[in-house]
């Protein structure tokens, strides 16, 4: 079946880097994008940035400019996001989603991993 | 930057429908795609492209979008259906935005 999986929990210090793993399978990586979206604990989603699988292409949110790079590997069908700098207000719960190749937000998320917790504490 | 409001709550008695708007300037120019969230869960999208069912979403989901507004309609509320729901949309000036969230109520 069609699912993604990510890496497991991880805990930070501020000014730490965080990269996060999401493995695909059951449908052809390259033909879809993964968009990253991550939600603080009680509050809403957030849409980090989209990073299309067939060409690399990326889209960041201007909030995370600089701080954020997301990249695929083909041959294992993974999608990483990498989140530098880390700062308390980045704990969160973090995830990836099957998006279309073309551009984010075009058919909608259809796919979700399940999730991965990232706390960012001194 | 581009804003989607959304009520915080809304409440349905058991059987009866449910209507939940997102409300942003001219957005029934964009394609809108609405989620359902459980607690403890991943989302799940419920309606793409304003109105459009994903496989093994119940009819009784159903999507409007003109104007300035959006629904996200529920028939038949069932207590299952209690969750957050968010809105979402891609615009030139913000990339994606998701709204902020209503909490459906089952009475």
């Known amino acids: 079946q069609v699912q993604l999986v990510q890496s497991g929990a991880e805990v930070k210090k501020p000014g730490a880097s965080v990269k996060v793993s999401c493995k695909a399978s059951?449908?052809?990586?390259?033909?879809?994008?993964i968009s990253w979206v991550r939600q603080a604990p009680g509050q809403g989603l957030e849409w980090m940035g989209w990073i299309s699988a067939y060409n690399g292409n990326t889209n960041y949110a201007q909030k995370l400019q600089g701080r954020v790079t997301m990249t695929t590997d083909t041959s294992t069908s993974t999608a990483y996001m990498e989140l530098r700098s880390l700062r308390s207000d980045d704990t969160a719960v973090y995830y990836c989603a099957r998006e279309a190749a073309a551009a984010p937000a075009d058919y909608g998320m259809d796919v979700w991993g399940q999730g991965t917790t990232v706390t960012v504490s001194s | 930057s581009y804003e989607l409001t959304q009520p915080l709550s809304v409440s349905v008695a058991l059987g009866q429908t449910a209507r939940i708007t997102c409300g942003g300037n001219n957005i029934g120019s964009k394609n809108v795609h609405w989620y359902q969230q459980k607690p403890g869960q991943a989302p799940v999208l419920v309606i793409y492209?304003?109105?459009n069912r994903p496989s093994g979403i119940p009819e009784r989901f159903s999507g409007s979008n003109s104007g300035n507004t959006a629904t996200l309609t529920i028939s038949r509320a069932q207590a299952g259906d209690e969750a957050d729901y968010y809105c979402q949309v891609w615009d030139s000036s913000t990339n994606v935005v998701f709204g902020g969230g209503t909490k459906l109520t089952v009475l």
């Open positions: 059951g449908y052809t990586f390259t033909s879809y994008g």
């Open positions: 492209r304003d109105s």
